[in-house]
């Protein structure tokens, strides 16, 4: 691995610890296979690339499969696993987006709703901001619906080929 890839392998793990909420080996496994060209890679290539123990790999690999960031494949005549990023991580990290958005809505509009019946002069005082914020929010939900819909259709695209 050249050293501008590993400079950029640390760079992802760190996004990818924020972002996603992942351990530091996770992300480093999470960040190894998405950079590395191969369609996948044994459990003993990640040990080497991680250079941490086999059972600590073992765990991080069974969190990411669990969360659904990675998957495995077997080869004709092979008991070896070889794992490979999952394929559709981009639709599941968007569609994680899409909850937080509905959910952050949902919260504003309780707080609406209590201010409507109590009045509340704080939440007023701000209603132009929360107004802005609530739009802003909207835009982003139907933002990710639309790439979702133009990433399923190149996909489809793909599978036809």
């Known amino acids: 691995m050249s050293l501008s890839q590993k400079a950029l392998e640390n ?17 480093r496994i999470y960040s190894f296979l998405l950079l590395c ?5 044994t459990f003993d290539e990640i040990v080497e690339n991680s250079e941490s123990s086999k059972s600590s790999v073992s ?3 069974n969190r990411l ?11 004709e005549g092979e ?11 981009l639709e599941s990290n968007l569609r994680k987006t899409q909850k ?9 509009k309780k707080v609406q709703e209590f ?10 005082k701000r209603a ?7 739009n802003y929010l909207k835009h982003q939900y139907e933002n990710i619906e639309t790439y979702l819909e133009k990433m399923n259709a190149i996909i489809k695209t793909y599978e036809n080929k």
């Open 11 to 27: 760079e992802l793990s760190k996004h990818f610890m924020e972002s996603l909420h992942l351990s530091p080996l996770e992300s």
């Open 37 to 41: 060209p191969k369609p996948g890679h």
């Open 59 to 61: 765990t991080a690999l």
């Open 65 to 75: 499969l669990d969360l659904g960031k990675i998957e495995f494949f077997t080869k």
């Open 79 to 89: 008991r070896k696993r070889y794992f490979k990023l999952s394929k559709n991580y």
């Open 100 to 108: 937080m958005i509905m959910a952050e809505l949902d919260i504003f």
């Open 115 to 124: 201010s409507d019946k109590k009045g509340s002069i704080e939440i007023e």
């Open 128 to 134: 132009d901001f929360r107004d802005l914020y609530t």
